[in-house]
């Protein structure tokens, strides 16, 4: 099984700050990773694909980016409504989801 | 537009099995996959399994072979999962997600969850 490490676990920031998270999985899946977020009581939000491709209707302050083993998300510049929790997903093999960042209020 | 409407709560009690099922709306059915996947309490997403609307193929998590089976009725639009033998560790919410019709893939659209209670 493939794992995926994301860090930090938790990411306390300000609105209008920069996000910064990381998605390393334990072997090369190429380009097969998938970004989330979350809310609290709702479904996950598909964010990226293909590691960099964004899906509909995501706004441009998002960015997903890296190949192989390591990955990164960030947020160029936090709105309010982007402190949730997000998660990173592999499909390369049998699919595996990363614990998840946690982005907060400072 | 496309929507993924599941079934209401469920409570079972231990060894017993659950039927959540996911009805489908706005798009082709038998173009994509389904894939189901669970959140216990407070913690993270974990992938349950897939399968195709198209040819019926299924691909499930290693640590529930045996114990679950996804199908479903194309006349219908409506994925189900079943889960047998449940334990208390099995209590999640449970999410279908459409995705790629030839393998697993990445999930676009999701249901809304439906929570899963085992308890005595």
């Known amino acids: 099984e493939i794992v995926l490490t994301q860090s930090p676990g938790t990411l306390p920031l300000s609105p209008g700050e920069r996000a910064i998270l990381s998605c390393r999985a334990s072997q090369s899946i190429s380009s097969y990773l998938a970004w989330y977020q979350q809310k609290p009581g709702q479904a996950p939000r598909l964010l990226f694909y293909?590691?960099?491709s964004r899906a509909t209707g995501i706004p441009d302050r998002f960015s997903g980016s890296g190949s192989g083993t390591d990955f990164t998300l960030t947020i160029s510049r936090l709105e309010p409504e982007d402190f949730a929790v997000y998660y990173c997903?592999?499909?390369?093999?049998?699919?595996?989801f990363g614990q998840g960042t946690k982005v907060g209020f400072k | 537009q496309v929507q993924l409407v599941q079934s209401g709560a469920e409570v079972k009690k231990p060894g017993a099995s659950v039927k959540v099922s996911c009805k489908a709306s706005g798009y082709t059915f038998t173009s994509y996959g389904i894939s189901w996947v669970r959140q216990a309490p407070g913690q993270g997403l974990e992938w349950m399994g897939w399968?195709?609307?198209?040819?019926?193929?299924?691909n499930y998590a290693q640590k529930l072979q045996g114990r679950v089976t996804m199908t479903t009725d194309t006349s219908t639009n409506t994925a189900y999962v079943e889960l047998r033998s449940l334990r208390s560790d099995d209590t999640a919410v449970f999410y279908c997600?459409?995705?790629?019709?030839?393998?697993?893939?990445?999930?676009?659209?999701w249901g809304q969850g439906t929570l899963v209670t085992v308890s005595s």
């Open positions: 399968i195709s609307a198209y040819n019926g193929n299924t």
């Open positions: 997903q592999q499909y390369g093999s049998s699919p595996t």
């Open positions: 997600a459409r995705g790629n019709k030839y393998n697993s893939a990445w999930y676009d659209y």
């Open positions: 293909g590691a960099s």
